[in-house]
């Protein structure tokens, strides 16, 4: 009952909001030209540049540590051919996303916000990896994506949110907890509704919805179990955008490392400290990847 007036709060909140973002009409086109199995390189190249901020920030993701070219690439086609085209749509997504949030001041620093997310996605892929995940790309992109819902209320409800933020501030409290006391609903709701005005497909859905409680997850848990614990893993890692002061985080007593030891069993002999070492040595590269791709862009 409780979850269906979140739900109900968040859908009458986001339709008060005239001037939502809306995700460009190229993303949706260039997923569909993708979805034709005889297209051309060309033809998505050409389509691609026919946005040259979409076109720039491609050229900037495959020159980042995550996809670490032996050589610099600098056109376009030679992007697209390294990449693949399944990485071009979730590319071309995760371009349009930023693109949508932009130039609008909010109550967050956007740029430490989307540290947090390419944070997010970065170790999702790293953990997708580790537990044997099939589609380490989806993994990616559901991390960049888990939180949008408090890119809408850092901009469209900023005092709102303000509040919010000085409420948790120097406390452990969470952005969750003080939402739903404070608004009656939560970003994991408002960002569900975003996705779905955006017909985002329905895994990454599922994890907006439920990236706090993995455990309520329906269509892939396996996938929610992981953003949610490269979340926890971001929050106490100095890839957090606010909020609070500390947390402890003991991955091997997380409700979502269980659910993962479920559906991958080798995991019981891995080395959690080691294993949190490797993911802390990545930090650097995340934050590097975030100034490529806004670089010079602003
Ligand atoms: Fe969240
Ligand atoms: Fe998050």
Same mark, same amino acid.
């Given at each position: 009952m409780e979850k269906l007036s979140r739900h109900e709060k968040a859908q009458h909140l986001i339709k008060g909001i005239t001037n939502l973002p809306t995700i460009p009409e190229i993303t949706t086109r260039v997923a569909a030209l993708l979805d034709n199995p005889d297209v051309e390189l060309e033809e998505v190249a050409d389509m691609i540049l026919t946005d040259q901020v979409m076109?720039?920030?491609?050229?900037? $993701?495959?020159?980042?540590?995550? &996809? #670490?070219?032996?050589?610099?690439?600098?056109?376009?086609?030679?992007a697209l051919i390294y990449l693949g085209f399944r990485?071009?749509?979730? =590319? +071309?997504?995760?371009?349009? $996303?930023? #693109?949508?949030?932009?130039?609008?001041?909010?109550? &967050?620093?956007?740029?430490?916000?989307? !540290?947090?997310s390419f944070g997010v996605?970065?170790?999702?892929? $790293? =953990?997708? !990896?580790?537990?044997?995940?099939?589609?380490?790309?989806?993994?990616? $992109?559901?991390?960049?994506?888990?939180?949008?819902?408090?890119?809408?209320l850092s901009n469209y409800l900023e005092n709102e949110? !303000?509040?919010?933020?000085?409420?948790? /501030?120097?406390?452990?409290?969470?952005?969750?907890? +003080?939402?739903?006391?404070?608004?009656?609903t939560t970003h994991c709701e408002l960002g569900l509704c975003l996705a779905q005005k955006w017909n985002f497909p329905?895994?990454?859905?599922?994890?907006?919805?439920?990236?706090?409680?993995?455990?309520?997850?329906?269509?892939?848990?396996?996938?929610?179990?992981i953003v949610n614990l490269a979340d926890l893993f971001c929050s106490v890692r100095q890839l957090d955008y606010g909020g609070r002061e500390w947390v402890s985080f003991n991955l091997a007593e997380e409700k979502s490392w269980e659910i993962l030891q479920? &559906?991958?069993?080798?995991? /019981?002999?891995?080395?959690?400290?080691?294993?949190?070492?490797?993911?802390?040595?990545?930090?650097?590269?995340?934050l590097d990847l975030v100034e490529s791709i806004f670089e010079g862009l602003h």
């Open positions: 076109a720039s920030r491609v050229i900037k $993701i495959v020159n980042s540590p995550l &996809f #670490k070219p032996m050589h610099e690439i600098n056109s376009l086609k030679r990485r071009i749509r979730e =590319i +071309a997504l995760t371009c349009s $996303i930023i #693109k949508a949030f932009e130039g609008k001041k909010g109550a &967050f620093d956007i740029r430490v916000f989307w !540290q947090h996605g970065i170790v999702s892929k $790293i =953990i997708a !990896q580790r537990v044997r995940y099939p589609e380490i790309e989806k993994a990616y $992109i559901c991390g960049i994506v888990h939180d949008i819902g408090e890119v809408f949110f !303000q509040k919010i933020i000085d409420l948790i /501030s120097g406390t452990s409290h969470c952005f969750v907890d +003080a939402e739903a006391l404070m608004l009656g329905q895994e990454y859905c599922d994890v907006i919805e439920h990236h706090h409680a993995p455990e309520n997850a329906t269509l892939d848990p396996m996938l929610v179990a479920s &559906f991958s069993p080798n995991l /019981s002999g891995l080395d959690v400290e080691r294993f949190c070492f490797e993911l802390d040595e990545r930090v650097p590269e995340i």
